[in-house]
Nanobody, 113 residues
Framework: QVQLVESGGGLVQPGGSLRLSCAVSGFTFSNYAMTWYRQAPGKERELVAS???????DYVDSVKGRFTISRDNAKNTLYLQMNNLKHEDTAVYYC???????WGPGTQVTVSL
């Protein structure tokens, strides 16, 4: 079965950092471009970052310079390093394959004093 499971979310102060992980199974991870999405209450789902099979990355403007997407194909794991977190980063974060509708259940990130 296809499975994507996010972890690493939690409560962090503004300016703090978190690293999210997405452990995948049930498909050949190295053959798929991967993405991170987020959704805040009352807002539309937003594509945050993507990484190709060759390691090329892209980011939404609001997180450029703060977030880094990476992958470890040997571990079948996708990462999102989030630095200098802001209140507006508060959302549920999801990992997803770029070209297939495979989603994880999400992990909550809350940035608050």
């Amino acid at each position: 079965q296809v499975q994507l499971v996010e972890s690493g979310g939690g409560l962090v102060q503004p300016g703090g950092s978190l690293r999210l992980s997405c452990a995948v199974s049930g498909f050949t991870f190295s053959n798929y471009a991967m993405t991170w999405y987020r959704q805040a209450p009352g807002k539309e789902r937003e594509l945050v970052a993507s990484i190709t099979t060759g390691g090329i990355t892209d980011y939404v403007d609001s997180v450029k310079g703060r977030f880094t997407i990476s992958r470890d194909n040997a571990k079948n794991t996708l990462y999102l390093q989030m630095n200098n977190l802001k209140h507006e980063d508060t959302a549920v974060y999801y990992c997803k394959t770029l070209t297939r509708p495979y989603w994880g259940p999400g992990t909550q990130v809350t940035v608050s004093l």
